[in-house]
């Protein structure tokens, strides 16, 4: 929800150390057009959570009203982000 409503600052606050050094909010913001492009959010459609090699993955698919979007989301073991993916 914090990716779709643009709030890059607060994603970045969660994500892990790793992750922190190597993506920047301002890299973050790219994200917004790819989102935008996909029209209004309806709803999640789908979603799963596995654990993997010590990570939890979540992925969502989302409903837009113009393009669907999977996003792939992997927490550590202190609820970080530890990857983010977006198609």
């Not at 914090?2 to 913001?29: F, I, R, W």
């Not at 979540?58 to 970080?80: G, H, M, P």
């Amino acid at each position: 929800e914090e990716l779709q409503d643009g709030n890059y600052k607060e994603v970045h606050a969660q994500l892990d150390s790793t992750m922190k050094a190597s993506l920047s909010t301002e890299q973050m913001a790219v994200l917004g057009p790819i989102i935008k492009q996909s029209g209004e959010f309806q709803s999640f459609d789908k979603q799963s959570i596995e654990e993997k090699d010590g990570f939890y993955v979540v992925v969502l698919v989302a409903k837009y009203s113009d393009q669907n979007r999977v996003y792939t989301v992997s927490f550590n073991s202190e609820d970080e982000i530890a990857g983010l993916f977006i198609k």
